[in-house]
């Protein structure tokens, strides 16, 4: 289907360089997506690159992809916009988001490469050289045990959170560069000249020269101090192999230091977060596609970071992704790490942070339990999720049952596939079977919305701890009633730590600003409904629909930095993105009563429930 631009005097671009294709929306002033283009890339290169699902899996949880098949993606796309007869020369402004922590490596004749492109020639044929590694690490790759093992030994899991906002995870690109300077590839190590993030890999290529690192996306690495806003030399040290207590280097020996600033050297400085264009795109693209060769190419970010610039989210809002899995992303000023989640600095607001809670079990568990009351209940459809909403609506309350239900391993709080089920009895939590102590089949379907919840809510709030009391509704249960109620709550079950930490007055009475629901199971009315109530958030609940979120985060950036420009200074990102409200139709608000103090003894008991689980 042809658009028609000619309203358009300006557009901009918002790529998505995922695991598993890449995807280019056009945007216009006003923030409305026009058009969307994509190429998949098994549907294109799969025999080519000997790719399934977009990577190549070779042994031991090793996951790479092919760095030359993300050229040919973007020929592809531009091919296919310029048979489309898209307006290139319209184009003021581009960004867009990648995949993170995954790296790639350039050779020292990459820069030499990258500006002396032909035009209407292939990008990868022509950058082959431009590579000491022809793939780069997916974010899948599980093959760094080693190297975690390094990390943790020497820095600390808390530690290593504290520092660069994350613990030690195998897919992070520090990890993965030890692995490759010390174990897979050092010959093609010391023929790097430069490490780029996936994400400044397109700025890079757009440019015409290798960009720098994007200082948000740079915090999934495990080796950037957030609070210095600087390499953390240590985690320099172990990345570079020479870590005076892992790798027996002594600190005097000239080669520790030196292997320290030649990685530094490799990964290039990395700017503060900034609505100033990396460059200007490279006379390859306006040659080959009729680009204007005054079109800003503004730094790229990671796929999860541009998915927060895609909606008018504000400080302490929380946005709720109800896939497979469960991912809560918060817009925080608070730097409050914690090993059980990760914090990013904020791609387009500064002194601010994204949280980011990844849960394994979400979907799959609900499933299960709506699939044994469906049994229960002798429903035909067993899929339907009638019977569970039913009870779900019914069971307004805490009604002192919760549960534990990980049908896989999860990851916060760390623990093996388990189930547990408890009740609240003479003040005590004791754990129970089903059918027992009252709880029933029926109980599950509460209990796992409200525990999934509750986990979500207790660690988001350290990062919403300065929101107490903002409502714009007021009617907010007065301070010295919480407070109340809080007590009672500690005489109940005294001190109550989540994840090794207190859980202070402050964190259980902060609450969200807005909360925002996507996914799946966000198209559950009753599940976002006793989420909400919940969360309880003091402005408000949205269920969206964002279809093309990280590629419309890239336009908006774009667009967003563009009228910086313009203006010569930065405008607030959160009131730029603010007149979405206005234009877009998928943000459904829905009311819901704020039952936060109430699940406050639910909060008592996951607390004391999980102490007990992670003993095991
Ligand atoms: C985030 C992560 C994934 C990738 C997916 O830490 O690894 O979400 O960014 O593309």
Not at 198 to 215: H, W, Y
Not at 248 to 260: L, M, P
């Amino acid at each position: 289907m042809t658009t028609d631009y000619s309203k358009n005097d300006i557009l901009f671009l918002g790529f998505d360089l995922s695991t598993q294709q890449l995807k280019i929306i056009v945007t216009d002033k006003d923030l409305a997506p026009l058009q969307t283009y994509n190429v998949e890339f098994d549907a294109q290169f799969k025999e080519k690159y000997n790719i399934t699902k977009g990577v190549v899996n070779g042994d031991d949880g090793e996951v790479i992809s092919p760095v030359g098949m993300w050229l040919d993606a973007m020929n592809y796309v531009f091919d296919e916009m310029k048979k489309d007869n898209f307006p290139f020369d319209r184009v003021v402004g581009i960004s867009g988001s990648a995949q993170q922590h995954g790296s790639v490596y350039w050779s020292n004749e990459a820069n030499e490469l990258l500006s002396s492109l032909k035009p209407d020639e292939s990008l990868a044929p022509q950058l082959g050289k431009a590579f000491s590694w022809d793939f780069s690490p997916n974010w899948q790759d599980h093959s760094t045990l080693e190297e975690a093992n390094a990390f943790h030994d020497a820095i600390g899991k808390e530690n290593l959170a504290k520092i660069t906002g994350s613990r030690v995870h195998l897919r992070f690109t520090g990890l993965q560069i030890r692995k490759f300077a010390t174990r897979s590839y050092p010959d093609k190590y010391s023929q790097t000249s430069r490490i780029s993030l996936v994400s400044s890999f397109i700025t890079s290529v757009l440019i015409g020269k290798i960009a720098d690192l994007e200082e948000s996306d740079a915090c999934g690495m495990n080796l950037y101090d957030i609070t210095k806003s600087d390499y953390d030399e240590e985690l320099l040290a172990l990345a570079a192999g020479v870590h005076p207590k892992i790798d027996n280097v002594d600190k005097k020996d000239s080669k520790y230091q030196k292997a320290i600033d030649d990685l530094k050297q490799k990964l290039g400085k990395i700017p503060e977060i900034t609505y100033e264009a990396t460059g200007k795109i490279s006379q390859y693209f306006v040659d080959t596609y009729g680009f204007s060769p005054k079109t800003k190419i503004y730094s790229f970010t990671g796929d999860n970071l541009a998915t927060i610039l895609s909606l008018p989210l504000q400080p302490n809002d929380c946005l709720i992704s109800l896939g497979t899995s469960t991912t809560v992303l918060i817009i925080t000023s608070n730097y409050q790490p914690s090993s059980q989640y990760h914090l990013f600095k904020h791609p387009s607001l500064p002194k601010h942070y994204m949280g980011m809670l990844c849960y394994c079990n979400g979907a799959l568990a609900r499933e299960k339990a709506r699939d044994e009351v469906n049994k229960k209940h002798d429903v035909s459809d067993t899929k339907s999720w009638d019977k569970f909403n039913e009870i779900l609506d019914a069971n307004k309350d805490f009604n002192n049952k919760l549960g534990i239900y990980f049908p896989l391993g999860e990851i916060i709080p760390q623990a093996p596939a388990q189930t547990v089920r408890a009740v609240l009895e003479d003040n005590k939590v004791v754990a129970c079977d089903l059918d027992s102590h009252g709880f029933t089949v029926d109980d599950d379907a509460s209990a796992i919305v409200e525990s999934q919840t509750l986990s979500c809510r207790l660690r988001a709030g350290p990062m919403l701890s300065k929101s107490v009391g903002n409502s714009e509704e007021g009617g907010e249960t007065s301070v010295e009633e919480l407070k109340s109620i809080y007590s009672k709550l500690h005489d109940k079950f005294g001190d109550l730590y989540t994840d090794g930490k207190k859980q202070t007055f402050e964190s259980l009475t902060a609450g969200p600003n807005r909360c925002y629901y996507v996914g799946g199971a966000s198209n559950n009315t009753s599940i976002i409904r006793k989420m909400g109530s919940i969360f309880g958030p003091t402005n408000g609940n949205y269920k969206v629909e964002i279809p093309n979120a990280c590629a419309l985060g890239g336009a908006y950036k774009a667009s967003w930095s563009y009228e910086c420009e313009q203006r010569g200074e930065m405008i607030s990102y959160d009131k730029y993105i603010k007149k979405l409200f206005d234009t877009n139709d998928e943000l459904e608000s829905f009311k819901v009563d704020d039952k936060w103090v109430e699940y406050f003894e639910g909060v008592g008991m996951l607390a004391k429930m999980e102490e007990n689980l992670l003993k095991h």
